[in-house]
């Protein structure tokens, strides 16, 4: 981090706070020398907005945190995930009053705004010291709501020791070869070339691939492959992502157009965005975990962004090569097999689902044997992946068109996949019938540990904005309680590398995958921990299941 500490500001009493500006290194060491034993309390409570942020640069600067944490920000996440959580809005929403705002301080954003440090203290002051004031008054307010919600529990045991747990994995940090990367991009630009070349070939001319604007003009005016052609609100062609998907058919430039998309995408958010992230002091990149930004409780990531990776294709897999573990460590990775299936299968308690889990088989297969009614010995390779889809599909609302779209089969042919799931899964369809019409009734649905997602549109007159408030009604449960138990496991393996005083690292985490760099003479201790913690970080009716490999990068252990 390059941010410099220039004061810290207190509050332990309602409308009277402490700014301590500092004005030298030694002025800045002494006074955390004084304070650390304060904040390395076990029994000290540490009030703040979004802590992560004052965790990491106090730890920057060799402070040492075993204090409780409430931050305010992650409260208001944990009683309304749907809405923002920023001190300033929060304020204003529960306590009327209008902060002193950051750019009332340092100025508007642009070459014009001043640094923090450079500003008169006085003016600080009263800036930094309103900031403490607040978030105390705050804490009073969101904790009296977090009981009155039955969130304690999911506040306190997984969001607040997760603050220390993301602290942990960003300082970490993980290792690029970005020596391969320059090769890929090499190897990229190469084939958009040559895409370009194609294209160009069909069309008898040069137009930008790059230009919106000109490959609407190409496939509608020149090529006119369809005449419902869609136009944005400036009056030119819509050529989105979903369109061409849609016209993929109509004329051979149109899969080759996707093709330069995807590659482009990869090359500038990925390929070439990469090596510009690492740090130069540890030369590796430290992604931001963001804690409060998805409803269902889900972590994302940001600088870079590593939850939307491409896992499949070729390309993908070229960037997972470039993730490396420290000097003379290994790659171990370990992911949950089928979590959502498995949540699925206990919050239905169905029982055929819950015995194909119990007996160890195949999920798939077994759902594809009972669909067909044939002995699972006879499932195909084709019948197990349209079984695949339906049991992944469903949990997310699936419709008898999108299904038969994915497929590539025939709408009845997709009906009778349906129809045939529910009937192996009965307990699969009064579970979904069962949350929809408890959130109808309460307006909300609950994961297994009590988070809750809102559904103000569960009662819509409007069709399309209900069916979606209905998906997420049986999706948000599930998808809710993976998140919450990777957590679990994210905070107990991290605890379980200190006690035991392991000196292999999480590096990530990625949807249900957790990452490491490890020394190898620890593999198999750390090996063994993971899986432990990873395996019972809740008690389900049917096992939970980690699966983990290792090797040399990412892409080896995956």
Known sequence: N????????????????????????????????????????????????????????????????????????????????ELRHGMDYLAEIYLKYRTIHYEDVVGVKGKNQQNIQDIDPAIVCNYAAEDADITFQLKE????????????????????????????????????DTQALSQSSLVLTEQMQEIEHNVQQHVGFEFNLSSAKQVGEVLFDRF???????????????????????????????????????????LSTYIDALPLLVNKHSGKIHTSYNQTITATGRLSSSNPNLQNIPIRDAQGKEIRKAFIPDEGCLFLSADYSQ??????????QDENMVDAFLSGHDIHAATAAKIYKIPIEEVSSDMRRKAKTANFGIIYGISVFGLSDRLSISRSEAKELIDGYFDT????????????????????????????????????????????????????????????????????????????????????????????????????????IVIEEMEHAISLRVPLVADCGVGDNWLEAH
Not at 152 to 176: H, N, Y
Not at 339 to 348: P, T
Not at 453 to 463: A, C, G, H, T, V
Request: net charge positive; hydrophobic share 40%; proline share 3%.
């Open 141 to 176: 307010i969101l904790e009296k709501e977090l009981h009155a919600n039955r969130l304690e529990k999911l506040f306190f045991d997984i969001e607040m020791p997760l603050v220390k747990t993301l602290c942990t994995i960003e300082r970490a940090g993980v290792r690029i």
């Open 2 to 81: 390059e941010s410099k500490l220039v004061g810290m500001s207190f509050c332990w009493k309602k409308n009277t706070a402490y700014y301590i500006p500092f004005t030298s290194l030694d002025e800045t060491a002494l006074f955390l020398e004084k304070i650390q034993p304060l904040f390395n309390n076990e029994h000290t409570l540490l009030i703040g907005q979004n802590l992560k942020f004052d965790l990491l640069m106090l730890q920057n600067y060799g402070m040492s945190v075993r204090a409780k944490l409430f931050d305010t920000m992650v409260a208001h996440y944990v009683l309304q995930p």
């Open 339 to 348: 979590i959502e299936l498995r949540i699925m299968a206990h919050l239905s």
């Open 425 to 528: 899964y009965p307990g699969v369809k009064s579970y979904m019938e069962a949350s929809i019409a408890k959130a109808k009734e309460q307006g909300y649905v609950e994961t297994l540990l009590g988070r809750k997602r809102f559904l103000p549109d569960i009662n819509s007159s409007n069709s399309f904005v209900r069916g979606f408030a209905e998906r997420n009604a049986i999706n948000a449960p599930i998808q809710g309680s993976a998140a919450d138990i990777i957590k679990i496991a994210m905070i107990r393996i991290t605890q379980r590398f200190e006690q035991e005083n392991i000196q292999s690292q999480m590096t990530m985490q990625v949807h249900d995958e957790l990452n490491f760099s490890v020394l190898k003479s620890e593999l198999e201790i750390v090996k063994r």
């Open 224 to 266: 006119k492959i369809t005449d419902k052609a869609k136009k944005t609100k400036t009056g030119q062609y819509a050529t989105s992502e979903d369109i061409l998907e849609e016209l993929r058919g109509k004329h051979p430039i149109v899969p080759l157009i996707l093709e330069y998309r995807g590659l482009k995408k990869l």
